[in-house]
């Protein structure tokens, strides 16, 4: 028989107080201690000193602490964002080194666009967490003029959608007064110009009788 480990968490009041939750998002600093570690780990690099390494993980908690993430779901986030850049940099990095081969750079070039996409993939996901991309619109009062029409209701959007309710044909407001013409017996048309003033036109069936040319 298979042996079986008992695994058991004990709760420490202590550990609620979340000191660090600008670091995780948790009143848990366990962890929040541990997404900072997690951090650290991804950003080890090779023949780096231990100072060298401080720096990069205190510039990194920095940047955590500016994503001020607000509960764990966005500590894990925030902690994923820093470590898609950080691997993009590197990649990018890599393949402009001046003895990497044509190959090499095309394949570092490649993996460093997919981790861009997976940040703004990221950086997404954490904005619409946070109900950012989205608005609502309440239209309360409209004054529409004479002979015009109007879209009455609500308007909601998010992500570039909008959603019309109230009329189901309503058309754009639009009010355009039309002139009334005269018959073809008038004696005389009047036509508008572009200017302030109007000018008459002759009379085609006085005219047309004996006149030549």
């Not at 309710?165 to 508008?192: C, K």
């Amino acid at each position: 028989m298979a042996e079986k480990h008992i695994i058991t968490v004990v709760l420490d009041a202590n550990d609620q107080e979340g000191r660090l939750k600008g670091i995780g998002g948790s009143q848990s600093d366990r962890w929040n201690n541990m997404l900072a570690n997690q951090l650290g780990q991804v950003l080890r690099a090779r023949n780096v000193s231990a100072e060298e390494q401080d720096e990069r993980l205190s510039a990194a908690i920095a940047g955590l602490m500016g994503v001020a993430p607000a509960d764990e779901l966005e500590g894990m986030m925030a902690v994923q964002l820093i470590a898609a850049h950080n691997a993009a940099m590197d990649c990018y990095r890599r393949a402009v080194h001046p003895e990497q081969t044509f190959e090499g750079q095309r394949e570092y070039l490649a993996q460093a666009n997919k981790l861009s996409r997976t940040f703004s993939t990221l950086l997404e996901a954490l904005n619409h967490h946070r109900g950012k991309g989205q608005q609502k619109v309440t239209v309360e009062h409209v004054h529409v003029p004479s002979g015009g029409q109007a879209v009455v209701g609500m308007v909601e959007g998010g992500g570039g959608q909008t959603k019309l309710e109230g009329q189901s044909h309503a058309r754009p407001i639009a009010h355009a007064p039309q002139s009334t013409m005269r018959g073809a017996d008038a004696a005389r048309e009047r036509l508008s110009a572009g200017g302030d003033g109007e000018r008459s036109l002759p009379n085609a069936r006085r005219n047309s009788r004996g006149t030549q040319g």
